[in-house]
């Protein structure tokens, strides 16, 4: 289905979808350290969603099963939790997690480097990942197209020479995880589709430091990057404004 405009009783679910969503992805980010398995922060994730009122959106979505993925490394999305993933130091961790509140679901992702980070270089991937998703953000208005957040997250992250992931994409969200149209994050501006105020997207730059190819492991849901190099994600749920946006997977 193609993300409708949503009524004001809608973004006010969403907002508190989102504030959900936000608070623990929040609370456990300083739980990501050397030593916890995928498996463990994906427990107290569930755990957090329900104290905070929410639904887990992503449990059993399409055969998914988990409430939140956890993808390590070379793993770009999609991680399913497992109690043999041990995070070691350095490594960078993506939690990516969709939350539900009267029938309303937001999605949101951020990435974290677990203890120190082993190169510069993995510290620079992961704030620019972070970065290049506001530069998408900061074109969006209503009549907006998509071509013009893709192509604002395609220049900035050019300039690093990195792999802008093409196989996966943002979206629109709401009444359901995915709605439709896709929102790439490479294009041209002034191509796409249409967006009006009142609709609610997913804006989520997958990047790694190699090429953008990618394969999908033997468990059937990681996505990983073809070459092994590493990789980021961030992703916010937001709703557009006649004159720009508001984020809705904040605290
Ligand atoms: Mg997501
Ligand atoms: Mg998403």
Redesign the pocket.
């Known amino acids: 289905m193609t993300t409708k405009v949503k009524t004001p009783a809608e973004i006010k679910a969403m907002r508190e979808s989102g504030r959900i969503l936000a608070t623990v992805l929040q609370y456990l980010r300083p739980k990501v350290k050397p030593g916890i398995s995928t498996a463990e922060l994906a427990r107290f994730a569930k755990a957090e969603i329900i104290r905070q009122g929410g639904e887990p959106a992503f449990l059993g979505y399409e055969g998914f099963p988990d409430v939140i993925c956890i993808s390590v490394n070379d793993e770009i999305v999609h991680g399913i939790p497992k109690a043999d993933t041990i995070i070691a130091d350095g490594d960078i961790v993506s939690l990516d997690m969709g939350v539900s509140y009267k029938g309303m679901i937001t999605?949101s992702a951020i990435t974290v480097i677990a203890g120190r980070a082993k190169q510069k270089r993995h510290l620079e991937l992961v704030k620019n990942t972070e970065e290049a998703l506001y530069e998408g953000l900061a074109v969006i208005h209503d009549q907006v197209r998509t071509g013009d957040i893709g192509e604002a997250i395609e220049k900035f992250l050019n300039k690093f020479g990195y792999g802008i992931v093409r196989d996966l994409v943002?979206?629109g969200?709401g009444h359901q995880?995915h709605e439709d149209p896709n929102i790439p994050n490479y294009g041209r501006a002034n191509t796409g589709p249409w967006l009006d105020a009142g609709m609610t997207i997913?804006v989520?730059p997958m990047v790694t430091l190699g090429a953008d190819h990618v394969h999908i492991a033997d468990d059937k849901w990681t996505v990983k990057t073809a070459d092994g190099s590493w990789a980021a994600h961030f992703?916010h749920t937001i709703l557009i404004t006649k004159n720009g946006y508001e984020i809705l997977t904040k605290v």
């Open positions: 999605d943002g979206h969200v995880i997913a989520e992703e």
